[in-house]
């Protein structure tokens, strides 16, 4: 038995963005928050969405001062900015970050305002302002998932809000917004929702319907990452990226993650590596501590990343998995060593501990019982070339 949870309308494909005027129009004539970041503004992206609509920018409420990794302040900020006026919608426009934003600050002013009693799974009592997000790179998955990550500066770590409150009612996944993608930025975000696939298809808290989204995402990634890396202009490929960074978002929202993400947050957070590439490095060597008991699931694994497995046995089949993940990493310029990113052997040891204490909350679900033992040979693997 278990619960699957989507956005009840997502508008897919090259030009999806046309639907957001009658989007708007469907939630009255009441004002309308963006939030976003400068990032998204410079780049052109904001414009394109307000013209989308046949409105005027002054037409909106632009809440842009969102930063990568957003901490709990600038969510409480955002959430007074909601509190302050009587919005009919609000909008999350960019990447993770902004959507997180939005994602809080649309629940914040209902419930209590503050972040910290929020987090943790179902802590949220009432619905929020209507939301509706709108990525702009194809990755984080965030606008299909019921999950919130937030920094804790006190704390130096993520902590997460897990609850069905924070999926939005309407998601617009235009491939077009992501054409002007840098080719390292859409390798790392790109490299995400591979690993979005590949945990939330082999968490023990997942479920067929998890599976089929994660399946399809692996696959999707596969074939259009390295096109997508190449020539960012090949409207194909950034198609492709964009459905499979949303199949991933729901495949982790309802399926789970594991140890890949769990042991890579000191990469994030302490090291400031891109989060998207901080997964990716420590896919091949979690994957190879997980395929040991479960090297069926993870043939399948070699299976949906090209990986040639046919008459071999199910280790050696396992064993490709690693293999492929390495492959595809190396065809879009990701170095799976921790030495390629600069990070020296004598620091790892202090990184798995931190990780270990960090992630306990993903650990759980990952297919194989990971002990701090476990999480420092890891590591190791990862700065051994
Ligand atoms: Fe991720």
């Known amino acids: 038995m278990y619960t699957i949870l989507t956005p ?14 009658e989007i708007i129009a469907s939630y009255g004539t009441g004002r309308v928050l963006i939030v976003t970041d400068k990032g998204i503004c ?29 901490d709990i302040s600038i969510m409480e900020a955002c959430g007074q900015v909601v509190e302050s006026d009587d919005y009919a919608l609000i909008i999350g426009l960019g990447g993770g970050s902004p959507m997180d934003v939005a ?29 509706c997000l709108i990525p702009t790179t194809s990755g984080t998955g965030s606008e299909t998932t019921q999950a919130i990550v937030v920094d804790d500066p006190e ?48 968490a023990r808290s997942t479920n067929h319907v998890a599976q089929a989204y994660a399946r399809e995402c692996i696959e ?21 990226m964009s459905l499979a960074a949303t199949l991933g978002g729901l495949a982790i929202s309802n399926g789970g993650l594991g140890a890949i993400h769990g042991l890579a947050y ?3 957070t302490v090291k400031h590596i891109p989060h998207g590439r901080s997964v990716a490095i420590m896919a091949p060597w979690v994957v190879d501590f997980n395929r040991v008991g479960n090297e069926d699931t993870y043939a399948m694994i070699a299976r949906f990343i090209g990986e040639d497995v046919d ?42 501990t931190e990780a270990f204490q960090v992630s306990q909350r ?24």
């Open 155 to 202: 704390s130096k770590t993520k902590k997460a809000i897990w609850d069905r409150h924070v999926i939005p009612q309407v998601v617009i996944v235009d491939p077009d917004l992501t054409i002007g993608m840098p080719a390292s930025l859409t390798a790392d975000t790109g490299l995400d929702a591979l690993i979005h696939g590949i945990e939330a298809y082999t």
């Open 103 to 131: 994602k809080a600050a649309a629940v914040l002013p209902a419930n209590g305002s503050r972040i910290k009693p929020l987090l943790g799974r179902g802590m949220i009592q009432k619905p929020g302002v209507p939301l």
């Open 266 to 268: 000191p990469l994030d």
């Open 42 to 70: 410079q780049a052109g992206i904001l414009d394109q969405v307000i013209k989308a609509t046949g409105k005027n920018i002054n037409d909106f409420h632009i809440f842009d001062r969102v930063l990568p990794n957003p």
């Open 311 to 352: 008459n071999l046995d199910s280790v050696a089949a396992s064993q490709k998995a690693v293999k492929g993940i390495i492959n595809l990493m190396e065809s879009v310029g990701v170095s799976p060593y921790l030495a390629e990113h600069g990070i020296q052997s004598s620091e790892v040891d202090d990184l798995a």
């Open 362 to 385: 993903l650990l759980p679900s990952n297919p194989r019982k990971i002990t701090k033992d476990d999480a420092m040979s890891i590591y190791r693997a990862a700065a051994t070339r």
């Open 8 to 21: 009840p309308q997502i508008e897919m494909g090259s030009g999806s963005l046309t639907s957001l005027k």
């Open 220 to 240: 999707l990634v596969t074939k259009h990452l390295p096109i997508a890396v190449k020539d960012g202009k090949d409207l194909k490929a950034r198609s492709g």
